[in-house]
């Protein structure tokens, strides 16, 4: 989507992320490289070289495949070695790092003051004890996938330079309300008068799956059903857990989807949201609510930004409380259909415009930090030359 009426500063900002997959933060990262480039600001990113993610964006011009493909020390000093050739061959205003080794490689490669260094936190994990010290002084800007992030970091480290929300961009081209493609319901064997309650992410520990079917089983509803879209080493578990619980029948996995996703999220009536995943933008609750669906999500950190309660659904303190919200659903076809459109208009304001305006005033700001800093530690310098 084009961003009409904005003119922002020239800026050229380098995006770095270790991510190999079109997952987690390293597709966040790059849609919102994509919004910046829509709206004029000159963005790149750096990614890892022979990888999944490498391969998708290859062709595109704005993708590097400057990382080395290991982790070892050698791997870390090639990837500063890569920066520095870059840095030290183009301009760039800023250079963006997702995790905490890109942000080490950054901060090494840019030891000699040739740009800002900003960081993106997108989990709570991302706060290691070597950034807290080393890496957090030599950034000029942190960003943070929600605001619960920013509010922990502020307490703990309490740092002076600027500070921002950078959720997930709302691809509202992409996910739309529409048609629903019978064809998805019924290569899954969903039956056709069936609430189908969705959720996405990998089968994994920890990702919420289990909770989602127990909150299945608290339904009372026996038109609910459950939709899964994700693939992962728990399947199998998981899908015994749904047995014992009397809803096997009233659950069903689509797999791994890309291509049909959007049509995935237009075979749902609801959305189920129960845990974070890799990234704590919540990049699948604004999917979900850019499709018009219905949210029902439990209360995880980050879920207040999308103001869930002020009309797109429900925010549960428990699994007993999000049963009851499916059958509320279920039953209200009004009701269901107003939270619809409210959804739909709350992810429109995490658009790629509005996101690009945010980011441009972030980086405006960063930078002014960065370069008051510098000067200031060049006149320390000359009073004891």
Request: aromatic share 8%; hydrophobic share 45%; proline share 6%.
């Amino acid at each position: 989507m084009a961003c009409a009426h904005y003119n922002p500063a020239p800026m050229r900002v380098l995006h770095v992320t270790a991510g190999t997959k079109w997952t987690g933060p390293a597709a966040v990262a790059v849609a919102q490289v994509e919004a910046m480039r829509e709206a004029g600001i000159e963005a790149e990113i750096a990614v890892t070289r022979g990888s999944p993610l490498a391969a998708r964006l290859a062709g595109l011009g704005w993708a590097r495949p400057l990382l080395a493909p290991g982790r070892r020390p050698r791997d870390f000093c090639d990837d500063v070695a890569a920066l520095d050739g870059t840095l030290g061959r183009e301009r760039f205003d800023a250079v963006h790092a997702h995790s905490s080794h890109d942000h080490l490689a950054a901060a090494a490669a840019l030891g000699r003051g040739r740009a800002a260094l900003v960081r993106s936190f997108h989990h709570e994990n991302g706060f290691r004890p070597l950034f807290s010290s080393w890496g957090r002084r030599r950034a000029s800007g942190f960003a943070f996938s929600n605001s619960a992030l920013r509010e922990g970091f502020a307490a703990r480290f309490r740092p002076e330079a600027p500070c921002a929300r950078f959720s997930p961009v709302a691809e509202v081209d992409r996910f739309s309300p529409g048609p629903r493609d019978p064809a998805v319901r019924g290569e899954l064997g969903i039956p056709e008068d069936a609430f189908v309650v969705g959720t996405i992410g990998k089968m994994a520990p920890g990702r919420g799956h289990d909770a989602a079917i127990r909150i299945l089983a608290g339904a009372h509803d026996p038109r609910v059903v459950m939709l899964h879209v994700g693939k992962g080493e728990s399947k199998e578990s998981l899908w015994r857990l749904a047995a014992s619980l009397g809803v096997g029948s009233r659950n069903f996995g689509a797999g791994y989807q890309e291509e049909r996703l959007p049509d995935c999220y237009r075979a749902m009536d609801a959305f189920l949201f129960t845990a974070s995943g890799a990234d704590q933008g919540h990049r699948a609750v604004l999917e979900a609510m850019t499709s018009g669906l219905p949210i029902v999500a439990l209360d995880v950190p980050g879920i207040a930004d999308f103001e869930i309660v002020k009309g797109p659904g429900f925010v549960a303190k428990s699994e007993a409380e999000a049963s009851a919200a499916l059958d509320f659903l279920a039953a209200h076809e009004d009701a269901r259909a107003g939270m619809a459109a409210a959804a739909r208009r709350t992810a429109e304001r995490f658009a790629g415009p509005a996101f690009a305006r945010a980011a441009a005033d972030f980086y405006a700001a960063a930078l002014d930090f960065w370069k008051k800093r510098r000067g200031a530690r060049v006149g320390r310098q000359q009073e004891h030359a």
